[in-house]
């Protein structure tokens, strides 16, 4: 069962994130270099707002429940701000080396776009964040052991790969929100995937209650995807197109 559990999770957290690695970016090297170093700035960011945080709770008092709840919500806000400070700083990186990349060419074009570079980046964000949300729960999901078996809740394991998932897939949307705001100086699409990002992350609060958090969260994806689909140039009747289809396809066939 614990196996069974363990590969479960693996390919629900991750199996979609691994589906757009192998279609999309995994043959072109270039595109490999940014998802890695995308991941490495994901990490730094990881790096320094856990030093904050232990700092903060080293240099307080653990008896004080109080205080410890409030520098966890502050460790929380604060790694996301870092994390999106980081964000910013690879795409001046990016701008930087496509600037490169066009002084290099012989045609003078650069060989992969600012909105492929946002989204590649994004998905390196979304995996390295979806590997240290998960890491750890997967390494339990093999025993020994039984979740819930103390009557705590049994979709543990479940809902947090499933929430891994959200997150990954939010993070390639808000790359390219974040990209399209600082390249078109759309400050306000910057200040949206913050507040995005910090309303996902404290909805992880409302766990154990998993539908405060995980349905808040699936719906916030599908708007952001929705969102970067548009910025990426597609149309809103190609993406009405898109949803009539698939409810014609789910609706009864009539004598069936």
């Known amino acids: 069962m614990t196996l069974a559990v363990f590969f479960g999770c693996t390919f629900i957290a991750f199996g979609p994130a691994f ?25 730094v960011s990881l790096l320094l707002s856990s030093l904050i945080w232990f700092i903060a709770v080293k ?41 490169g990349l066009v002084a290099l060419s012989e045609d003078g074009c650069s060989p992969i776009s600012i909105q492929q570079m946002a989204y590649v980046a994004g998905v390196g964000f979304g995996l390295m964040s979806g590997a240290f949300s998960m890491i750890n729960l997967l390494a339990d999901a093999l025993g020994p052991g039984t979740v819930g078996i ?14 891994t998932m959200v997150l990954i897939f939010l993070h390639t949307f808000w790359g390219i929100l974040f990209f399209h705001g600082c390249e ?34 699936y719906l916030l994806m599908a708007a952001a995807a929705a969102w970067a ?22 609706s009864p066939q009539p004598g069936s």
């Open 59 to 99: 240099a307080s008092d653990p008896q004080d429940e109080q205080l410890q709840k409030g520098l966890l919500i502050f460790g929380v806000m604060f790694s996301v701000l870092l994390q999106e400070a980081f964000r910013f700083l690879y795409y001046k990186l990016l701008r930087k080396a496509i600037e």
């Open 184 to 217: 078109h100086r759309r400050w306000w699409e910057i200040v949206a995937v913050v507040i995005m990002h910090l309303t996902v992350s404290g909805l992880s609060f409302c766990n154990p209650l998993y539908v405060g958090s995980l349905v808040p969260s």
């Open 229 to 250: 689909y548009l910025l990426s140039g597609g149309s809103a009747q190609n993406l009405r197109r898109f949803l009539l289809c698939l409810r014609s396809e789910a």
């Open 150 to 163: 103390h009557g705590d809740s049994q979709l543990y394991f479940l809902t947090s790969a499933f929430m």
């Open 19 to 43: 589906g757009l690695f192998i279609f999309t970016i995994a043959r072109d090297p270039l595109r490999i270099i940014i998802l890695i170093a995308g991941a490495f700035f994901w990490l």
